[in-house]
């Protein structure tokens, strides 16, 4: 899985108002469960914690759209946001 899919949608996701992390996997899984396997682990992650590498992905994308300055993260209501 390549992750410009995922640079490519959260914004669109973003549209609709602010979403937590979770609520964006979430909804990334719904869409394109054939790129969001849980079964295979994420190998930048050494604790043995189960997060998938498609879950790295995402929240991948999510900072690089941040860097971009197309998203942010609001903290006071700990949501992505649309600039």
Known sequence: MDSPLFYLEIPKLLRSGPKAH???ARELKG???????????CP????????PEWDHLARSAEQGLKRKG?????????KWELV
């Open 44 to 51: 930048h992650v050494n604790d043995n914690s189960g997060h």
């Open 70 to 78: 197309i998203i942010f993260y609001n903290h006071a209501i700990r």
């Open 22 to 24: 979770r609520d964006i």
């Open 31 to 41: 869409l394109f469960p054939e790129y969001c396997d849980d079964s295979i682990p």
